[in-house]
């Protein structure tokens, strides 16, 4: 039998099992509601977090890549052959002619 059927058998019999009944409903609907709220705000601050962790990272991924483009440029300018300038830099031949 579930809980809310035997609740419910009390509920009706009873004055005081009455008022205990609703008391035990409301603590369950605070206490739910309390669960809910820690729960979306602990979502909320993972999600903050992990945002955070991710620009960061995609930050420095453009940083590194736009240095590397700028060494690229430069030893370029300096007449360091392209091929040479790819390996060392990552860039592709293709980015590198770009420039």
């Known amino acids: ?3 809310s059927k035997i609740l419910a058998t009390f509920y009706h019999k009873d004055p005081k099992t009455r008022s205990d009944y609703v008391t035990f409903k409301d ?3 605070d206490e739910r509601d ?3 709220a820690e729960g979306r705000a602990e ?3 993972e999600g903050r977090a992990e945002g955070l962790a ?3 990272a ?3 991924a453009e940083g590194a890549k736009a240095k590397a483009r700028e060494m ?3 030893l370029k300018d300096k007449g360091v052959a392209i091929n040479i300038i790819a390996d060392s830099s990552g860039l592709s031949e ?3 002619k770009a420039l």
């Open 34 to 36: 309390e669960g809910r």
């Open 43 to 45: 979502g909320l601050a």
């Open 27 to 29: 603590m369950l609907e």
């Open 94 to 96: 293709d980015e590198i």
């Open 58 to 60: 995609e930050g420095r």
């Open 1 to 3: 039998m579930r809980w």
């Open 54 to 56: 991710e620009g960061r």
């Open 72 to 74: 690229a440029k430069a």
